[in-house]
């Protein structure tokens, strides 16, 4: 085998006639084996009914459920046993947990989330998540209150490297992608360095899940043919600032504004100066995806002044262009 996947869960969808041949591969690294393809079961329960492997159904009142999820090999040890010092170092896993309702966080982050032993999580992460957690795990709030409580970056890599070498499989949790401004490349980058195995589980970005839900497609045939990811956490002009907004404001893609609730004004004024029409449809989604989701339209010139009458704070996503005209909301 090329990955080591001794008491980890594996999932095997392909139905195929080598699908028997990496399940007995699985079992034999001491995987714990689930099976999702129903055209494999004839050469399972074969294999089963000359002694080779053991399975249980998952529903055995339904044979066709049953076939599509077959549970192979022995129970995995407790994944929070004891553990001597030194005799293992633990991995960081960074998970995505997407834009905030918890349905929409992967199948596996959920299963880095229930198996972790340290997690470490802020804000932005889905709360609700948590509950995913063993009772045993170590859950650390490192913050991320925009203005206020926060972890410095450095004492966040310090914590995740200093529980993985003391043996413990640490998760990251955070909100939406971890590559999509999250500093996940920062933490990836401080674990590899330290010599930890890392991991990333990609998660749903808001920048695309949170126009979505509010019925706002960033691409449309016919409006949109581009979409752009803009970080809002400076304006324009600040030192620290390296988007072209004239540049945005003639490239005809639509403009996803993540973390611009403070600098909305200043970003849709560079924009209007830099030649976008007035007139352009926009849009501000506060809470995107939670049921206290909220929702503001106006034109780019006055779309700041009424998300700031309509009292919208972080964590919102504004969306400039034609589609921010279209409501598609069932």
Do not use: Y
Request: hydrophobic share 45%.
């Amino acid at each position: 085998m090329d990955l080591n996947v001794r008491g980890r869960h594996v999932l095997v969808t392909h139905g195929d006639a080598r699908a028997a041949v990496r399940v007995a591969a699985l079992l034999a690294e001491g995987a714990r084996v689930t099976v999702l393809a129903p055209e494999a079961v004839a050469t399972i329960d074969d294999l089963a009914a000359r002694g080779l492997i053991t399975w249980e159904r998952r529903d055995p009142t339904n044979d066709d459920v049953a076939a599509a999820h077959l549970v192979i090999g022995p129970e995995p040890p407790a994944p929070h046993a004891p553990r001597e010092p030194g005799e293992r170092t633990g991995t960081v896993t960074l998970v995505g947990g997407g834009p905030g309702d918890p349905g929409l966080v992967t199948v596996a982050g959920r299963e880095a989330i229930a198996t972790a032993d340290v997690i470490v999580t802020d804000r932005l992460a889905p709360q609700s998540a948590l509950a995913w957690a063993r009772p045993d795990a170590e859950i650390i709030d490192v913050g991320k209150v925009p203005g206020g409580r926060a972890t410095e970056q450095g004492e966040i890599d310090r914590l995740l490297v200093e529980h993985a070498k003391a043996g413990r499989d640490v998760v990251r949790l955070k909100g939406g992608d971890p590559f999509v401004f999250g500093r996940g490349g920062e933490e990836l980058i401080a674990c590899l360095d330290a010599g930890i195995e890392a991991l990333v589980v990609p998660g749903v970005t808001s920048a695309l899940a949170v126009p979505a839900i509010a019925g706002i497609p960033v691409t449309h045939r016919g409006l949109s043919q581009a979409v752009t990811v803009v970080s809002g956490h400076v304006p324009p002009g600040h030192r620290d600032s390296t988007v072209d907004w004239t540049a945005l404001a003639r490239a005809g893609s639509t403009l996803v504004v993540l973390m611009g609730v403070r600098t909305l004004a200043a970003i849709t004024e560079a924009l209007v100066s830099g030649g976008l029409d007035p007139a352009t449809p926009a849009a501000v989604v506060a809470d995107g995806t939670l049921p206290s989701q909220r929702v503001v339209r106006a034109d780019v010139a006055t779309i700041a002044a009424a998300a700031r009458e309509a009292g919208i704070g972080a964590p919102a996503v504004a969306v400039i262009g034609a589609v921010a005209g279209l409501d598609l909301t069932p």
